[in-house]
């Protein structure tokens, strides 16, 4: 099994920027896409940043694109997604997920991810 745990949300003023951290476990971590999702209160869980199992190639939702950044680092079994220029509508909890296969490359769809961590809340106040 495959388990993460996500870090770094807060409250931060719009215009401000956090870096969310999302440390996994097990040996396959280097062989799974990731991705970033976020919910809303009263609101379905949407897509925000995908990387494929190398980190070579990158896709993000039209809303964060040019703001957010996700990055991986393998030998640490951590995916992170920088977040600048937040925006109040950016307020929402905060997943990290693990591709359901192996090897895959990048992929909006949350359906195609397997492991979910616990979410952290990210709060932007204008």
């Known amino acids: 099994q495959v388990q993460m745990v996500e870090s770094g949300g807060g409250l931060v003023q719009a215009g401000g920027s956090l870096r969310l951290s999302c440390a996994a476990s097990?040996?396959?971590?280097?062989?799974?896409?990731m991705g970033w999702f976020r919910q809303a209160p009263g609101k379905e869980r949407e897509f925000v940043a995908a990387?494929?199992?190398?980190?070579?190639?990158?896709y993000y939702a039209e809303s964060v694109k040019g703001r957010f950044t996700i990055s991986r680092d393998n030998a640490k079994n951590t995916v992170y997604l920088q977040m600048n220029s937040l925006k109040p509508e950016d307020t929402a909890v905060y997943y990290c997920?693990?591709?359901?296969?192996?090897?895959?490359?990048?992929?909006?769809?949350?359906?195609?991810?397997?492991?979910w961590g616990q979410g952290t809340q990210v709060t932007v106040s204008s």
């Open positions: 097990g040996r396959s971590f280097s062989t799974y896409a």
């Open positions: 990387i494929n199992w190398s980190g070579g190639n990158t």
């Open positions: 997920a693990a591709h359901s296969t192996a090897y895959t490359q990048v992929s909006f769809t949350s359906s195609e991810y397997r492991y």
